[in-house]
Every structure is written in structure tokens, then in C-alpha cells.
């Protein structure tokens, strides 16, 4: 069984937004961005240790992807109540929307262990022959960037998934023996940002594919409210509010964004954070009012001022930005599009009127007749 959306509508469909509000702080165009550690998609050894104690363990704490949840709670109970394995599942989206909290959550629900790993973990043979040898009846296997598996890796996997069996192979030429290993029922949970990435061969294997939507600011600002209640910080509503409407609909990003508040709150000695304080801690920190920091206003200055508004390749955008492509892509473009700011069409990328207002340049007529249409 395959959850919707398609890969196809996921890649090309770049989602309807609401329009920014927000003001732009005037970023030098002389000066590279400054990449923030706020909207990085690297991981700190303080995120990653925050990461680990404000990750929801079960179902009904994790917030959000509600179409998703239901879908799970359905499976998980089913699963159960047969005593099998829940199918393989591969979540795909953007970085730090949920994907690895919910393979947690899923092996707790299911009362198993989970096995955590990465695609080019997994270069050798051994690496997943080591890995596998240790599951159980049930275990989750969880791959992160699994679009990164090496042939060999991906080839070993194929039985693995569909019969639980896992063929290894040893001597050289006529000497060449192999000998298949029986292994219990488990759950590959795979995880990509890269989607279009996963050979069709691997996508075929997963009983569930599941795309993570990016979430609601009144989502996001119960996601502010729990974190913000466990690192004991007293925040005031509307500046939940704040802080949700400047976390890009990433719990990720929420909570770096908590954390950055907090520092804020205690170097100036204010507790409870209020509106005005949390505008200007993550003033500070150049997030501006609808959650773009200078890389993702360079970007749209240089689509509109350097490329007259597009289209234009990711390539070329990466080049004169000095940032990788991937990046880009995977971490700046994904938010930009689903706010509306930037079209990706077949001949490359498009600054929308909405970028334009944003950045307080006028519309050229052709883009106000794509307005008015
Ligand atoms: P991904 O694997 O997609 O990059 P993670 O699962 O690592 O993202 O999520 C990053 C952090 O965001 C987690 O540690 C967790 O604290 C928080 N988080 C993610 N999804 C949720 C959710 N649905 N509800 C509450 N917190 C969440």
C-alpha cells in the first residue's frame, strides 16, 4: 500500500502560501550571508542533545502530520493485534520536520527496539550484515538518507525487505558460495529529504511511502509551548505566536529558536518573555518576521536583482550565492516555495510577486499580470 501524495505531485507541486508580512532587514548585497546555526540544517552537539530530551515518545505527543498519525495508530494497532511487524515505511521532507522523532515513536508504540543508521553507514556488506544480525522479531531498522545507499547495500536490502532473508556471498570466481540467511520480521524505516532520489526498485519495497507536510503556526506553536515548558522557560502567548510565526513550520527550527529566547530572556534578566523580547532576540539573530534569515533574502535578491526574476538554474543561483546547490535545495528552497516566494518551473527558478513585495521592489508588469491572473 502506497500513502499519498505520489514523488511526482511532492517534487512538482510547490504548494500554496500565504503571503509574507513581514519586514526585511536590508542585508548588504556586497556581503556573503552569514549562515545562521538558527536555520542550519547541521546539528550541534547542544541540538543534538536538546534534540534527544524534547523528542515526543509516543503517538499522542507528536504534534502535527495529523493524516499520518491516523494512518500509524490504524497499523500500529493492526500490526499488534496480529503480532507481526509493522510494514516498511519510507518518510520523506524537508530536514527537521519530524521524520527520525516518528521512527522513535513508532518503535516505542510497537514496544520495540530501533536500530538507527545512515545510507553511507552502510557502505560494506559487513556494516548491514552486522546490523541486521542484531534485530528482532518486530525491531525497527531505521535509515536516514537512505537515497545515499550504495548498489550493493540497496541490493542486499531488496530480499531483506520482501522475504526477510538476507544472501551472503563468499570466495571469488568459481570458488563463489553464497548462502542465504533467514532474518525476523522487522521494520525498515527509511528517511530522505531527496525523495526523487530513491531508485523506484527500493520505493516499490516500502508498504508505506509518507510525505511530512512542513506544519501550522498553531501547530508549531504547541510545539513552542512543550519545549518551552520543558527547558523551564515562562513564555507569554503572544510570544509563542512570535516565535511560532519565525519557525518556518520546522519543530526543528522552533526549537533552536526557544532555545536562542531563552539565552536572550536570562542574559537580560526579563522572565516571562513577552512579545516585544522575543521580536527582538530573534531580531538579533537576523530572522526576520515570517522566519527568512539572509541566505533565503540573498537568494530572492539575487533571483530578482541579479536574474531579473528568473527563471534560473539552482546551479547558477548556488554559484552566485556561494552556497552548495544541495543546500539550497534541500534546507532554503523547500520553505521559499511553499510560501510562495519562488517558482520552480521547468526552465528553472522564479521569484514570485510575493518576493518582489517582500523585498519592497516593484513588481515588473509581466509578474503583475501573474498576479492578477
Ligand atoms: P528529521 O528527522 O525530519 O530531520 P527530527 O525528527 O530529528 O527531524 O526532528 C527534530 C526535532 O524536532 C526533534 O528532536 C523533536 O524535538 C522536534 N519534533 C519533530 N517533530 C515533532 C512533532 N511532531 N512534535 C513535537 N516535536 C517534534
Known amino acids: 500500500m502506497t500513502i499519498i501524495p505520489s514523488f511526482s505531485e511532492s517534487l512538482d507541486d510547490p504548494g500554496q502560501g500565504s503571503q509574507g508580512t513581514g519586514t526585511v532587514s536590508k542585508s548588504s548585497r556586497d556581503n556573503k550571508p552569514r549562515r545562521l546555526e538558527v536555520l542550519s540544517d547541521k546539528q550541534s552537539r547542544l541540538d543534538q542533545n536538546l534534540e534527544l530530551s524534547l523528542r515526543p515518545q509516543i503517538l499522542r505527543d507528536y504534534i502535527g502530520q495529523s493524516r499520518l498519525k491516523s494512518i500509524f495508530e490504524m497499523s500500529i494497532a493492526a500490526a499488534k493485534t496480529r503480532s507481526e511487524a509493522l510494514d516498511h515505511v519510507l518518510l520523506?521532507?524537508?530536514?527537521?520536520?519530524?521524520?527520525?522523532?516518528l521512527a522513535h515513536v513508532v518503535a516505542h508504540e510497537m514496544g520495540a527496539k530501533i536500530f538507527m543508521t545512515t545510507g553511507p553507514g552502510l557502505e560494506r556488506p559487513?556494516?548491514?550484515?552486522?546490523?541486521?544480525?542484531?534485530?528482532?522479531?518486530?525491531?525497527?531498522?531505521?535509515?536516514?538518507?537512505?537515497?545515499?545507499?550504495s548498489r550493493v547495500a540497496e541490493e542486499l536490502l531488496y530480499p531483506a525487505m520482501e522475504d526477510f532473508v538476507i544472501d551472503l556471498t563468499s570466495g571469488k570466481g568459481q570458488a563463489t558460495r553464497t548462502?542465504?540467511?533467514?532474518?525476523?520480521?522487522?521494520?525498515?524505516?527509511?528517511?530522505?529529504?531527496?525523495?526523487?532520489?530513491?531508485?523506484?526498485?527500493?520505493?516499490d519495497r516500502f508498504g508505506f511511502v509518507c510525505r511530512l507536510e512542513f506544519y501550522s503556526d498553531e501547530e508549531l506553536g504547541m510545539i513552542v509551548r512543550r519545549t518551552a515548558s520543558l527547558l523551564g522557560v515562562q513564555v507569554k502567548e503572544e510570544a509563542v505566536k512570535i516565535i511560532a510565526l519565525r519557525g518556518r513550520g520546522t519543530p526543528?527550527?522552533?526549537?533552536?529558536l526557544v532555545r536562542l529566547v531563552r539565552d536572550f530572556s536570562?542574559?537580560?534578566?526579563?522572565?516571562?518573555?513577552?512579545?516585544?523580547?522575543?521580536?527582538?532576540?530573534?531580531?538579533?539573530?537576523?530572522?526576520d518576521a515570517i522566519g527568512l534569515d539572509p541566505t533565503d533574502r540573498r537568494l530572492l535578491e539575487i533571483l530578482i536583482d541579479t536574474y531579473s526574476g528568473g527563471p534560473?538554474?539552482?546551479?547558477?543561483?548556488?554559484?552566485?550565492?556561494?552556497?552548495?546547490?544541495?543546500?539550497?535545495?534541500?534546507?532554503?528552497?523547500?520553505?521559499?516555495?511553499?510560501?510562495?516566494?519562488?517558482?520552480?518551473?521547468?526552465?528553472?527558478?522564479?521569484?514570485?510577486?510575493?518576493?518582489?513585495?517582500?523585498?519592497?521592489?516593484?513588481?515588473?508588469?509581466?509578474?503583475?499580470?501573474?498576479?492578477?491572473?
Do not use: C, W
Request: net charge neutral; no cysteine.
Open 126 to 149: 559487513r556494516d548491514i550484515i552486522g546490523l541486521v544480525h542484531q534485530l528482532e522479531v518486530g525491531d525497527v531498522l531505521f535509515i536516514d538518507e537512505i537515497h545515499r545507499l
Open 266 to 287: 536570562q542574559y537580560k534578566g526579563i522572565s516571562p518573555v513577552d512579545d516585544a523580547l522575543a521580536a527582538e532576540a530573534l531580531e538579533a539573530y537576523q530572522v
Open 92 to 101: 520523506y521532507g524537508p530536514p527537521g520536520l519530524g521524520k527520525t522523532t
Open 312 to 373: 534560473v538554474g539552482i546551479d547558477t543561483i548556488a554559484a552566485t550565492l556561494g552556497e552548495d546547490s544541495d543546500t539550497l535545495e534541500d534546507v532554503y528552497e523547500p520553505f521559499l516555495i511553499q510560501k510562495g516566494f519562488v517558482q520552480r518551473t521547468p526552465r528553472g527558478r522564479v521569484a514570485t510577486p510575493i518576493a518582489y513585495k517582500h523585498l519592497n521592489r516593484p513588481i515588473p508588469s509581466m509578474q503583475l499580470n501573474l498576479e492578477l491572473t
Open 179 to 203: 548462502m542465504r540467511l533467514p532474518l525476523p520480521k522487522f521494520t525498515l524505516i527509511g528517511a530522505t529529504t531527496k525523495a526523487g532520489m530513491v531508485s523506484n526498485a527500493l520505493r
Open 252 to 256: 526543528r527550527i522552533a526549537n533552536r
